[in-house]
Nanobody, 124 residues
Framework: QVQLVEFGGGLVQAGGSLRLSCAAS????????MGWFRQTPGQEREFVAA????????NYADSVKGRFTISKDNAKNTVYLQMNSLKPEDTAVYYC?????????????????WGQGTQVTVSS
């Protein structure tokens, strides 16, 4: 069993930066992968980024590539999402997720564990 606790989020002006953190408890060996998704009211949950804990392979949605960076600290079982050059359209609830597979990491159904979500609001 894995539990995820998210930190960060908040209100920022367009062009600003925020960093989200997600700490995982439980086993993180093998094909353990953590990702970030986001969701706005009435919309489907959208993939943002993912990283594998073993090799550190990253995967990004086109909409955030070049602006967001996902990283990890294996010693702390924590993944980070550094968000720069934020836009109003980045406003959403951001969810941390975890899975024991490196396949299909852009799909929410591939993840077994989810954090509680944290609100990110970007004002114009």
């Amino acid at each position: 069993q894995v539990q995820l606790v998210e930190f960060g989020g908040g209100l920022v002006q367009a062009g600003g930066s925020l960093r989200l953190s997600c700490a995982a408890s439980g086993r993180t060996a093998g094909s353990f992968t953590m990702g970030w998704f986001r969701q706005t009211p009435g919309q489907e949950r959208e993939f943002v980024a993912a990283i594998t804990f073993s090799l550190g392979r990253t995967n990004y949605a086109d909409s955030v590539k070049g602006r967001f960076t996902i990283s990890k600290d294996n010693a702390k079982n924590t993944v980070y999402l550094q968000m720069n050059s934020l836009k109003p359209e980045d406003t959403a609830v951001y969810y941390c997720a975890a899975t024991y597979t490196t396949l299909g990491v852009r799909v929410g159904a591939s993840y077994d564990y989810w954090g509680q979500g944290t609100q990110v609001t970007v004002s114009s």
